[in-house]
């Protein structure tokens, strides 16, 4: 098992960055007038993930980090959401759709697992 140096060596690090990605390539073929809307908001919402990762795990405290995973958590969620919305306005397929939730998912278990080793009693 390899030893984790920085944050870009946590897995869910590298998921929330490919979730990030695969959302900003997705959501070039959005109407225009969603330009400032649902892309704009989608976008920094995947975005949020990582970044909130990383900046915990950057913190000085166990508390810091757990604090921004939770932030990270919310932001999956408000992905979760928007995806879905995209998805219902035809702006995404299913077939598009479902392995950006399924990669939500994946991401979504990792972080609970993290908060669930962080805040487990020691």
Same mark, same amino acid.
């Given at each position: 098992?390899?030893? !984790?140096? =920085?944050?870009? /060596? ?23 007038? #969603? ?6 908001? *989608?976008?920094? $919402?995947?975005?949020? %993930?990582?970044?909130?990762? $990383? ?5 000085? +405290?166990?508390? /810091? ?5 939770? %932030?990270?958590?919310? +932001?999956?969620? #408000?992905?979760? =959401?928007? %995806? /879905? *919305? @995209?998805?219902? *306005?035809?702006?995404? +397929?299913?077939? /598009? ?5 399924? *990669?939500?998912? #994946? %991401? ?5 697992? !993290?908060?669930?080793?962080?805040? @487990?009693?020691?």
């Amino acid at each position: 098992m390899s030893m !984790i140096k =920085t944050y870009r /060596d946590l897995l869910v690090w590298q998921r929330a960055m490919d979730l990030a990605k695969v959302v900003y390539l997705s959501t070039q073929a959005f109407p225009k007038t #969603e330009q400032f809307g649902l892309t704009n908001q *989608l976008r920094r $919402a995947v975005v949020s %993930i990582a970044s909130n990762v $990383a900046e915990g795990n950057g913190r000085g +405290s166990t508390q /810091d980090y757990v604090r921004f995973l939770h %932030i990270a958590r919310g +932001s999956l969620f #408000e992905s979760q =959401t928007q %995806i /879905d *919305l @995209a998805e219902r *306005l035809a702006y995404l +397929s299913a077939a /598009d759709a479902l392995p950006l939730l399924s *990669l939500c998912n #994946e %991401i979504e278990r990792m972080l609970n697992t !993290i908060l669930t080793k962080l805040q @487990a009693p020691r």
